[in-house]
């Protein structure tokens, strides 16, 4: 199954979360391999939609908020440097809307 081009991804997520170094689970540093950076968050959510247009998803756990999936891929870097990362999707219970959750690094 794909995940719906309309999935929600947070603006948050990225800017606040994301591309913001953490003392630990960091992944900034890890994107900003791919050149993303705060300034260009913008392309790093679009890189984000790519992934989604250009693979399946995997279900993985169900929860009380809804089902998880895994959606693997490349993330096309803004340097011309693509990583391989798991995104995570959540189909929310309450109205089965899809919202981006995070990605990792891929570690097949």
């Known amino acids: 199954m794909k995940i719906p081009e309309n ?3 947070p603006e948050a997520k990225i800017t ?3 591309l913001i170094f953490k003392p630990r689970n960091d992944k900034s540093k890890y994107l900003a391999q791919a050149g993303f950076s705060l300034d260009n968050w913008q392309l790093l959510k679009l890189a984000i939609q790519e992934i989604i247009k250009d693979n399946e998803a995997k279900e993985d756990i169900t929860d009380q908020y809804g089902t998880y999936y895994q959606v693997i891929g490349e993330l096309k870097g803004v340097n011309n440097q693509n990583l391989t990362v798991v995104t995570i999707w ?3 219970e309450i109205d089965q809307q899809f ?5 990792k690094p891929y570690r097949g």
């Open 99 to 103: 919202q981006f959750i995070t990605l």
């Open 16 to 18: 606040k979360y994301l």
């Open 7 to 9: 999935a929600i991804i």
């Open 90 to 92: 959540l189909r929310k």
